[in-house]
């Protein structure tokens, strides 16, 4: 019944505050040290205002969806036909999870779980239920970071619980599906409901990579173009995002296949396990795209390392060719700019008083230059 | 029935562009989040300008070709005699696919994948036929770049189905040992005519191999010659080939590993198994030759930076050795050019009236610069 | 009974004295070397003034607390109903300890391990009991490191042992649910005790995960503003303490699935293995964590090489700048410092001698500065 | 019966001409693109002048060589006693080869694979005989390049036929131990004799090692003393030979494994079980000191580099030193050359005509100097 | 019989010649190419003058020591009660160990494996016997290199042979516990004085790793303090340390594992099982510690690179600030130093003959180098 959600975090600045990323890779699950396992504590930040309850119920005959007041309407008798999805949006208020979770019998440590919005991706094993925990990102293009929602899964034998943090439009078009009556999700069970949100959620996925596929592409032509330090950091994140997304998807894999293969339970029916196995290509498509990204990214940094040695090597190739070239000349200058006295010895600089002495000097500062410059046009340099 | 594919991308500029491989990394699926699974939609660029169905039966006493007008002439009734071999050139008429889906009571999910381009390769079993996945390279000497087709198998007892996105030469081999029954090809079922093919997908990487190492040898003279900001991108670019080169590769490794063991079904005859597993042999010679590439790749890099870093140090030489031979003169030059009376002093630069005072002076120069000349001779730098 | 205890270490002072961590590392079990096996030798420095053991005798109606005076006392008999803890604080007592362990039939090789500080996190299964080994890690702030301490336990029928290096205060808080008879903690067996003070171990390490990421975030800051010497080092340290967590962390995972696993004893109850899962859960949320940041502090190092690069540009472009400029100035300034008479030809600098001549020298200068102003801005460089 | 083989490389120029290496690494296998699988075509280079056929029988009480004039010479009927070993030199003409195959009945994939030099090592159980492809590696010293032969064992219950590219000497060891009778090679049977060659093969590794193993040390040597271009490239070569030996080495590892285990087959003896374990254990050894020289040449590339780095800072060291000394000097210099009109005023230039003026001038320039010796005295730069 | 050992190699001077690690690594097996397996060799350097071979007899009542004239009086018959250590020091006489391989009937694999000092660590399992294969490690402080010794244990059900390549201190504690009795040691088979060797082998990595970790101190130190191109082969030498001891212990944890599972023999009983289990704990420190060394010797060198880097920027630092400096002073005092003739023009250098010409100049200089330190000083390059 403790609720010790942090404020929400201020908008992350993305490149100028990287540091928020760290947040979000702990959470606050540190809170809970000392606390006895099964308790069950509101972990992460507070998304949702209030906490939303609503029920679809339908079989292949039709739907109807309703909003209960009190969370013992919940409660689904095992013997009722059909299937009963009940969705909680935000998870900040304890108890009313905690009585949702006794209508149905829940462990104490998958309520415990529910509210910490910290967890990894997980398949639980339960005598009368399946616990599924998953991960949703999306893409923010404003502050061009992701941003991560928790969504656990009760599957039961006619009904299915959801809890995400707060109200997305994510399963829209599950929703619509089923009040439409297209495709086979009303004739088929609970599992394939479930199966119908995962997809949603691996769908996202694929978004998710296109964004970050685009902002790939950017920097490609920043570090072909123009590099600065703002460029590295922006690999910098990129890497990291990646990283938050593999952390994501990882498990999601694992906890496919253990769905799959699944001879422990009775609650995934044959014709939806085919399903599955598809959600699993995807999955692993993702996992692939995700591996391409990274060794691209690992590229750019390359890239950008050569194109800084390469820049210097230009200024030093124009510092060199500067200097090389006046320093000679400014020498030859320095020398008929000695004072020796010429009127005591015909050996002290008779040059100056040379009739072409002049020019002679300019001439000879030209030619030095020139041999230079071929000298250096030959190395390349030029 | 929906259709988005997106107009076929702009020849890729190779080099300049290369930012359009992270659109074929990851290929539009993102265009399917929100759809049913099941469904199937044309995801990828549409390459053939229109569907072309043939028809190649065989038996061990002839063969016939066929270009049936409606997809219902497609259906082969399962006590057939012979192998009928049914080839799909262009995905973008999804409804025809479906009609020819039907035929063969193809399950859903098997035709949303056979529309999907951006498939991983991949063997799904289903009751009555195997699927299978693989994508075919072309190294196109032009952009130096590769391009990728999907086909997509179907093995029934009778009968295979392939679907590719656009007619291609690939299997004109195939074809001209069917129609002049050389070999064992008319003797051999339906899994012989599929090992077929995918070996002329295999051999195929062969090809595109010996094009990259020709690339690479390339790039090693560039390299060790010279190597400028260009290198790195064609570098990278070449990393970027043998990994989308992998992500076909590996998969296809799994899946002749799955075809060979496969236990579960019997459309894989024991001699056909034989010529699998030198199929599979080749696939691990590609790999191998793959992974022999990128260790190549990666190498050249190194060279690359650690060229950057010699030419670096060739330039800091030149110009070290410039200033610090004329540093010196031109302060010996300035002392002599300095206006101190020597009408005040005896002491004030009585040099510059000594009778081989400019001759010395030259002299002392002279031999300043050769003495550093010799220092920096000793030190190797010249 | 042999104590080669090292004095404690004087406080690290993290920075400059890295070389501490070396020691703890290997600890210093090179001192065991040469004794036979099973031979009970204290090896870790004395963290404890003075041994204490502290008795709790619980069953679901009540609890008590005892410190026994002899070791004898500490003997639980098989039939004595409840659950009884008894933990030790201190292990640099040899002798006590291997008459506790007579008391409860230990084998040698336990003992031991239990006065060996340097243990790896294992389990090890006895005819009679288990044998646990976990690391507990806290975060010493005011010296930015990592302590270590050794738990070993001793998990019976119907007792539980705990040895700790010193007396710490990571468990007040399963004392205090045991004295309040919080919780389901009285109702259960030895089994679930044990769970619960590892809970509490794992707990520890979120909390110095936390303190690591913000150590992080500070670094990150420190890279992007003002990175110097220090920043590598403190790179290096950072890197050196998830290093070290590993090693703790990675182990325990192994001993839990080992745990949970267990078919071989019956001394783990259904109900506790479910809180075991739910433990091994939380640990791998630790290694995904710690693996995170691993990789940020990887990108750190990246950041801080190509930072310096930059930097060397930056300082290069300023030089550059200056010479190219200046040295053309110099050296007309130094061609009409020459001595040249004009008294000799007209061609002898008869610029000298112009109405215009210094005006027109300023000029060249002036319009020489400019034009490679002009140049430099074009290249970007300003 | 086609042979397309390439005209015989021209010697490798080693350093120069690495490109040949990439030709070697994906052989020619592209131009089989097309073929039906089972056609034999010779792919490699052509490197023996003309086939040559040997055929060795032997018992425990004689010996015989024998070199037939009709392939179908060489048949081996079951019931014969004695071991019969035919030794085919050269792949080129592969007619023969199909006979010699036609005799013993092998499968038309086996003979492809032998007159295809590209092989990866390889064991294929069939139903008659076992087939073994390993890769034999010699170190030529002229160009300190690895050089490679492929060879090809089949093994039958009574006889041992072997295909090389080339005459060798590398089995004239086990021709003498035959023809002498020394050890136990006499009497025992073809599995034995395979094993002998086997033997012979991994012997010829150790030797290759030791070759690469003396490379490395010039190089090291190298490395520390004058590093330059040049030794980049042989660190990169040598890298290469190391990833091409271990593409030979690791998959007979894989070989002899799988032929210890052979539950399947009865060719092996449990008597010569025992030798092939010893030489595993002996492809361990060539195994893990290839690892090791990985490492080591890994590690050579990081001192060349640190060493180009180290040089830089000599260089720049040198430059700073001189332009920080006479610079200020020249400054000087450059003062008392100011053409101030004393005339005009008392404060202008007063210094050129005071008695000390010139020595204290020098005598400036002389403190100037000293002063910055001692500063880069103390900063350690000289 | 074949007795090639080289003759010892000089002493390693460690820095300088770290040429002679890589004859270690390969040792010389490449002089046994072309010898029939089986066939003893002394693969080595001869490092025992003369061969000692000594008989310990023990049971738990007492003990005595032999040391036999002829090898045959090694022979223990099977029914011989009590424990039976035959140890041999110096291998190089072959056919003496030829002889006692004889009374054991040991198969010549093993014989031939003794003799050659370049094993990997191995079990082999042979009807009558255990084979193994270990390898000692001690670090020379002198030459700070470590020194590899073989030792070949054969295990049989009363007996234990024991090969040395010379005689060691490092049994003496076991030699010590047999003839006082001490420790369970008489009371227990030969399995169990295996163990006891094997586990002063193990305690001698740890002294082996604590000497590393002592090096790795006072590394850290340099590449802080003072690192310069004697440090980058320090840390090279270090890493090729910990590649070879690792080649030692992985195998032996293999070993070990092997050992302990030992579901084949019956040579090792259930009470020695245990302290194998407690041996292979510490083996799994020992790699877990050498890990730990590996990463923090990898981070010294990325400390020492961009250390490097850190120098050359302040040696730039210094090198502009002195340049940007003086060169805009000197280019003013060039200025003045210019001789237009002030008497053909009022603007030609009037400045010349103000009467505050000079210190105005001056004053300028002082205004310029004053501008310019500010300059760098907010840079923060001073």
Redesign the interface.
């Known amino acids: 019944m403790i609720d010790r959600a942090k404020p929400p975090l201020p908008g992350l600045s993305g490149l100028l505050n ?2 928020g990323l ?2 979000r ?2 959470g ?3 809170i ?8 069950p504590v509101h972990v992460g930040e507070r998304k949702a205002q209030e906490v939303r309850v609503t029920i679809v119920e339908y079989d292949s005959t039709g739907c109807r969806i309703l909003t209960p007041k009190l969370p013992t309407e919940c409660a689904v008798p095992p013997e009722k036909p059909g299937v009963t999805w009940i969705n909680i949006d935000g998870l900040h208020q304890v108890d009313l999870i905690e009585k949702i979770g006794a209508c149905f019998k829940l ?1 104490p ?1 998958t309520i ?2 529910i509210c910490n919005t ?3 991706p ?1 398949l ?1 094993l339960f005598d009368d239920y399946l616990f599924l925990v998953v991960r949703m990102q999306n893409y923010r293009p404003e502050s061009r970071s992701l941003e991560q929602d928790q969504m656990s899964l009760i599957l039961g034998p006619n009904f299915l619980l959801t809890f995400q943090e707060k109200s997305g439009d994510s399963f829209d ?1 599950v929703r619509r ?1 089923i009040s439409a009556g ?4 009303r004739t088929m069970g609970p599992d394939y409901l479930a ?2 949100l995962l ?2 959620v691996v ?2 996925y ?2 998710v ?2 964004a970050l ?2 902002e ?2 950017e920097l ?2 920043e570090v ?1 173009n ?1 590099p600065d ?1 703002a460029t ?2 922006r690999i ?1 994140l990129l ?2 995002e990646l ?2 997304l593999r ?1 994501s998807v990882w498990p999601l894999r694992e906890l496919l296949s253990a769905l799959m293969r699944g001879e422990e339970h009775e609650l995934i029916s044959a014709a939806t396990n ?2 599955l ?3 699993y ?1 995807h999955t ?2 993702v996992l ?2 995700m591996e ?2 990274r ?2 990214v690992a ?1 750019l ?13 230009e ?6 060719i ?3 070239i ?6 030859i ?13 015909p ?3 008779p ?9 002679l ?2 001439g000879l ?1 030209a030619a030095v230059a020139a041999a230079l410059l071929i000298y250096f046009k030959r190395k ?2 030029l």
Chains 1, 2, 3, 4, 5 share one sequence.
């Open positions: 990287p540091a760290i947040a890779i702990t606050n699950s540190a809970k040290a000392g606390l006895p396992p099964g308790t462990h440590l415990e779980d910290t967890q990894r997980k639980d078009g599906r297209k495709g086979r999700i199966h119908a997809d949603a769908d996202n694929f978004t990579l296109e596929g685009g790939i592409e490609e032509e072909l123009n330090q590295i950091h910098h890497k990291r990283i938050m952390k085919l399903y196995r598809d959600l290509d692993i498509q692939d795209t391409t990204y060794d691209v590229g940094l390359d890239i950008y390392l050569s194109s800084l040695s390469h820049r210097m090597n200024i030093m190739k124009v510092l060199t500067y200097a090389a006046f320093i000679p000349l400014t020498f200058a320095g020398v008929y700019g000695m004072n020796f006295d010429p009127g005591s010895s050996w002290n600089m040059e100056l008083s040379w009739y072409w002495g002049y020019p000097a300019l500062m390349g340099w």
